[in-house]
C-alpha cells in the first residue's frame, strides 16, 4: 500500500513538473497534497491502532509479570519454609547424587558428624568419608538403586552411637540417596541406666529375701559356737576351732549387714554444702589413713571458688571416697590419681581418674552392680553402693576405661546456686 501511495506521489509531481502552465503545474501539485494528506490521516490512524495495542499488550504483560513474581515470591517462602524445616529438623539429612556429590548436608548433620557444611557441600562423598562409613557401601547402593534398611552404628572416632536409615530418590533432576542419622547415644545411656537401676532393684529385693533367711540360722550358730567355746575351755585346740566358726559368722553377720542396709532405701538428710570443701575433707582423710599406697601421687584441681550443692554431706562422701579406694586399688605399685572439679551451667562435675591397670570392656556394664568384683577380696558392694547414693541425689555416674592405661569416673550433681 506505501509503494503505491508514493507510485502515484512521484507521478503526479512528475505530472506537476512537466506541465505546461502554472494552472495546470498547480492542480497536479493540489492532487498530491490530496493524497499526502490522506496517507497522514491513514498513518496517524495506523499509529494509533498500534498505540493501543501497545498498551493492552503492556498491560497484560505487566499483569503477567505481577503473576509471575508472585509465583517465585510463593516458591521462595516454600523454599524458605523448607530450608528452615531441614536446617533445624532433629535428624542429620544428607543427600547425595549418582554422582557421588553431597548437595545437602544440614546443620544437624554438621552437629552429630562434626564436620563443616562448607567443607562438605558440593564436595565428593568420598573425599570426606570411607565408603562404609555409614555401615553400608555407598557405591554400590548408587550403583544399584538400593537403599540399606534402618541400622544403628557406632562411631568409636566420636563416641557415638548412631541409627541410619536411607531412601533413593527417582526423579529425573533430583537422583541420588538420602541418608537420615540420628544420634541415640543419650537414649542407649538412658536405656543403660534404667535396665541396670531394674537389675539393682531385682538384686535388692533378692538380697534382702536371701540375708533375712540366712541371718535368724546364722544367730543360731553363732550362739552354739559361743556356748562351745566356753565349755572347751580345757581343750585349746578344740576351743581354737570354735573360734574359727565364731570369727566366720561375725564375717557373714557384716556382709547380710552391708546387703541388708544396700536392699533398704536411703534415708538422705540434704542440706547445701561446698564440693569443694568436701573434696579437700577426703584428702585430709586419704592423708592421714595408712592403709593408702604413698606411692600413688593424689594431684587435685578445685576451684577458688564454692560449688554449693544440696546433698547429705556423710553420704556423698562415701560415694566419692569409694571410688578413690576403687582407684588406689585399680594402682597396685605406683601411679597418680586425678581429682577435678568443673563447674557446667547447673551442674558440679567430679572427674576421678587414676593410670591403674584398667576395666575390660566386658566388665564396664557390671561395675555398679551388687556383688560384681574382679578383686580377690572384696564384696563388690562399694561401686554399687556409690551409684545408688549418686542417684538418689538425681545425679549420675560414668566411667571410661581402657586396659592397661585407666579409669575415668565422672560424677555429676545438681549445683544449688547461691
Given at each position: 500500500m506505501e509503494k503505491q501511495i508514493l507510485s502515484q506521489l512521484q507521478e503526479v509531481a512528475n505530472r506537476a513538473l512537466k506541465a505546461e502552465?502554472?494552472?495546470?503545474?498547480?492542480?497536479?501539485?493540489?492532487?498530491?497534497?490530496s493524497l499526502f494528506s490522506k496517507e497522514t490521516v491513514l498513518i496517524k490512524k495506523a499509529y494509533s491502532d498500534l498505540k493501543e495495542q501497545f498498551e493492552n499488550v503492556n498491560q497484560d504483560l505487566k499483569l503477567a509479570n505481577e503473576k509471575l513474581l508472585k509465583k517465585i515470591n510463593e516458591r521462595n517462602l516454600v523454599a524458605s519454609y523448607l530450608n528452615n524445616i531441614l536446617k533445624n529438623i532433629c535428624q542429620g539429612i544428607i543427600f547425595i547424587d549418582t554422582d557421588g556429590i553431597i548437595t545437602t548436608f544440614n546443620k544437624e548433620a554438621e552437629k552429630i558428624l562434626q564436620k563443616k557444611e562448607e567443607d562438605i557441600i558440593f564436595k565428593n562423598f568420598w573425599n570426606n568419608f570411607k565408603d562404609d562409613y555409614f555401615g553400608f557401601s555407598i557405591k554400590?547402593?548408587?550403583?544399584?538403586?538400593?537403599?540399606?534398611?534402618?541400622?544403628?552404628?557406632?562411631?568409636?572416632?566420636?563416641?557415638?552411637?548412631?541409627?541410619?536409615?536411607?531412601?533413593?530418590?527417582?526423579?529425573?533432576?533430583?537422583?541420588?540417596?538420602?541418608?537420615?542419622i540420628k544420634d541415640i547415644t543419650k537414649i542407649k545411656k538412658l536405656e543403660l541406666i534404667a535396665n541396670r537401676n531394674d537389675r539393682m532393684n531385682e538384686l535388692g529385693k533378692m538380697a534382702a529375701i536371701v540375708a533375712h533367711e540366712i541371718k535368724n540360722p546364722l544367730g543360731g550358730i553363732r550362739?552354739?559356737?559361743?556356748?562351745?567355746?566356753?565349755?572347751?575351755?580345757?581343750?585349746?585346740?578344740?576351743?581354737?576351732?570354735?573360734?574359727?566358726?565364731?570369727?566366720g559368722t561375725k564375717s557373714l553377720e557384716r556382709l547380710l549387714?552391708?546387703?541388708?542396709?544396700?536392699?533398704?532405701?536411703?534415708?538422705?538428710?540434704?542440706?547445701?554444702?561446698?564440693?569443694?570443701?568436701?573434696?579437700?575433707?577426703?584428702?585430709?582423710?586419704?592423708?592421714?589413713?595408712?592403709?593408702?599406697?604413698?606411692?600413688?601421687?593424689?594431684?587435685?584441681?578445685?576451684?577458688?571458688?564454692?560449688?554449693?550443692?544440696?546433698?547429705?554431706?556423710?553420704?556423698?562422701?562415701?560415694?566419692?571416697?569409694?571410688?578413690?579406694?576403687?582407684?588406689?586399688q585399680a594402682i597396685e605399685n605406683s601411679g597418680k590419681i586425678t581429682i577435678s572439679i568443673f563447674?557446667?551451667?547447673?551442674?558440679?562435675?567430679?572427674?576421678?581418674?587414676?593410670?591403674?591397670?584398667?576395666?575390660?570392656?566386658?566388665?564396664?556394664?557390671?561395675?555398679?552392680?551388687?556383688?560384681?568384683?574382679?578383686?580377690?577380696?572384696?564384696?563388690?558392694?562399694?561401686?554399687?553402693e556409690a551409684y545408688k547414693i549418686i542417684q538418689s541425689h538425681f545425679g549420675n555416674i560414668e566411667v571410661r576405661s581402657e586396659i592397661n592405661k585407666g579409669s575415668t569416673f565422672l560424677i555429676t550433681l545438681p549445683i544449688k546456686e547461691r
Open positions: 502552465n502554472i494552472e495546470e503545474s498547480m492542480k497536479h501539485l493540489a492532487h498530491a497534497f554400590e547402593s548408587l550403583k544399584l538403586g538400593i537403599c540399606q534398611k534402618r541400622t544403628t552404628i557406632s562411631l568409636i572416632s566420636l563416641n557415638k552411637q548412631l541409627e541410619i536409615s536411607s531412601s533413593f530418590i527417582y526423579e529425573n533432576f533430583n537422583k541420588g540417596m538420602i541418608i537420615m550362739g552354739y559356737a559361743s556356748l562351745l567355746y566356753r565349755n572347751l575351755e580345757n581343750s585349746k585346740h578344740l576351743q581354737s576351732m570354735a573360734k574359727y566358726i565364731i570369727d549387714n552391708n546387703v541388708l542396709h544396700f536392699s533398704r532405701p536411703l534415708d538422705i538428710n540434704t542440706k547445701p554444702y561446698d564440693i569443694c570443701l568436701l573434696i579437700k575433707e577426703i584428702a585430709g582423710l586419704i592423708k592421714v589413713d595408712h592403709s593408702f599406697s604413698k606411692n600413688v601421687i593424689l594431684e587435685y584441681h578445685i576451684p577458688t571458688k564454692s560449688i554449693l550443692s544440696s546433698i547429705d554431706k556423710e553420704l556423698i562422701k562415701s560415694a566419692i571416697f569409694n571410688i578413690i579406694v576403687n582407684a588406689f563447674k557446667n551451667n547447673n551442674i558440679c562435675m567430679i572427674n576421678i581418674s587414676d593410670n591403674g591397670k584398667g576395666i575390660k570392656s566386658d566388665d564396664l556394664e557390671n561395675i555398679f552392680s551388687p556383688f560384681f568384683t574382679t578383686k580377690k577380696e572384696g564384696n563388690g558392694l562399694g561401686l554399687s
